[in-house]
């Protein structure tokens, strides 16, 4: 079975600062694909970024980036010039591709990020 | 932009009662699916759904739970007998493909039992 873990349940961070939220995985597949969540006070879950497994270049989405280490299975998310906005719990999730068994995503338990004025 | 909606936004419901929860999937969207999350929790994937048919659930998903495609547009969750620890943010999503797309996800249901 896959597992999903953020070791952080909170962080905080100055606003305009840079912050990196962990997420490690496990899985023996090798076609997967990993996901960062972003859920706001007002609780719909957005999409933040999502990395190919099979793709070494990190991905990268405006002021959030990923660092991906498939061998250490970590998936990282990075988080530069923190704003206000970005106050949210954060989910880090996985699926298996399409050709694997499984629809569906396995959350990990979350990161509570506050940016701080 | 397209978005997936559910209605209602809360819905408090005393034990042993039903509930459906409702959910427009985007419109073009093939694969939809409910997630629950308990208050403080992770988010706990409940059920897929392909071709009116259920193509994959948990353990959560037990016969007190039952999802339908009533028409071209609603995708609903009931529970028939309600019980406290079914207290939960209920998420609908959908994708356009199956799993490795983009899910689109509902605003929630917060349900309350009580």
């Known amino acids: 079975a896959q597992t999903v873990t953020q070791s952080q349940p909170e962080m905080s961070v100055q606003e305009a600062e840079t912050v990196t939220l962990s997420c490690t995985y496990d899985?023996?597949?090798?076609?997967?694909?990993l996901f960062w969540y972003k859920q706001p006070p007002s609780r719909q879950m957005i999409l933040v970024i999502r990395?190919?497994?099979?793709?070494?270049q990190n991905a990268t989405e405006n002021r959030f980036s990923v660092n991906f280490q498939k061998a250490a299975k970590s998936f990282s998310l990075k988080i530069s010039d923190s704003q206000l906005g970005d106050t949210a719990m954060y989910f880090c999730?996985?699926?298996?591709?399409?050709?694997?068994?499984?629809?569906?995503?396995?959350f990990g338990p979350g990161t509570r990020l506050s940016v701080l004025p | 932009e397209p978005e997936v909606t559910q209605t209602p936004s809360h819905q408090v419901t005393q034990m042993g009662q039903e509930v459906i929860l409702r959910c427009v999937p985007i419109?073009?969207?093939?694969?939809f699916y409910w997630y629950r999350q308990i208050l403080g929790q992770k988010v706990e994937f409940l059920v897929s759904?392909?071709?009116?048919?259920?193509?994959?659930k948990s353990e959560i998903f037990d016969d007190q739970f039952s999802v339908e495609r009533p028409d071209g547009s609603n995708f609903t969750l009931k529970i028939r007998s309600t019980k406290l620890e079914d207290s939960a943010m209920y998420f609908c999503?959908?994708?356009?493909?199956?799993?490795?797309?983009?899910?689109?996800f509902g605003p929630g249901t917060r349900l309350t039992v009580t």
């Open positions: 999503a959908s994708s356009e493909r199956t799993g490795t797309y983009e899910q689109y």
């Open positions: 899985t023996s597949e090798n076609n997967y694909y």
């Open positions: 990395q190919e497994a099979y793709k070494q």
């Open positions: 999730a996985f699926i298996l591709s399409e050709d694997n068994y499984g629809q569906n995503f396995v």
């Open positions: 419109s073009n969207h093939l694969y």
């Open positions: 759904f392909y071709n009116n048919e259920i193509s994959e």
